[in-house]
């Protein structure tokens, strides 16, 4: 008797919908993850564990995702997840996660509540998406844009010394001819 034979008709389904959702949750191209009402990891995508070189064992928990963030996006992080536990309300954020090179990418960080038949928070699906190119870009735009407000800046004071110039000098020849 093959082992599938021995599982009810449900069993078998059930385990074939927990294969086809693994399949699905690591052929995406984001970092998939859950956790608990408390926000507790229960769950880690392979993109995950391809991106950081963890294992699922090692990043289950309630820190291991916010211990691989950006020490500059760690505060931000903690505060925007922790109101989003606390309420219920969808959670978004952009934040910088460490590459198993040790290397920097920025992500769009979201997640979804789920909820119980009495409206309790069952648990939480959440995802990552890389948007480091998208950032880079902006960041560069933004820049630029810094650039070039800066060389307006100079180039109206540059006008308005010429100008003051060409006022001194027409007064200056004015004063010559005599007017």
Not at 42 to 61: A, C, H, K, M, P
Not at 142 to 158: G, I, N
Request: contains cysteine.
């Amino acid at each position: 008797m093959l082992p599938s034979e021995s599982l009810s008709s449900e069993e078998q389904i059930r385990q074939q919908a927990e294969a086809q959702f693994r399949l699905f949750a690591d052929f995406i191209p984001q970092l998939v993850w859950f956790t608990d009402p408390t926000g507790f990891h229960t769950y880690f995508n392979q993109r995950w564990i391809d991106f950081t070189g963890y294992s699922l064992e090692d990043s289950v928990g309630p820190d291991m995702w916010n211990n691989l963030l950006h020490p500059d996006d760690q505060q931000r992080a903690r505060q925007v997840w922790g109101h989003s536990l606390a309420t219920g309300e969808f959670y978004e954020i952009e934040y910088r996660f460490k590459s198993k090179a040790g290397d920097y990418r920025w992500f769009l960080g979201q997640a979804q509540p789920q909820y119980d038949e009495n409206g309790q928070i069952r648990q939480w699906f959440g995802t990552c998406t890389d948007i480091h190119d998208q950032k880079l870009t902006e960041l560069a735009l933004r820049r630029r844009e810094q650039e070039l407000e800066r060389a307006y800046a100079d180039l109206e004071v540059k006008v308005t010394f010429r100008n003051l110039e060409l006022e001194r000098q027409v007064q200056e020849l004015q004063k010559r001819l005599g007017s």
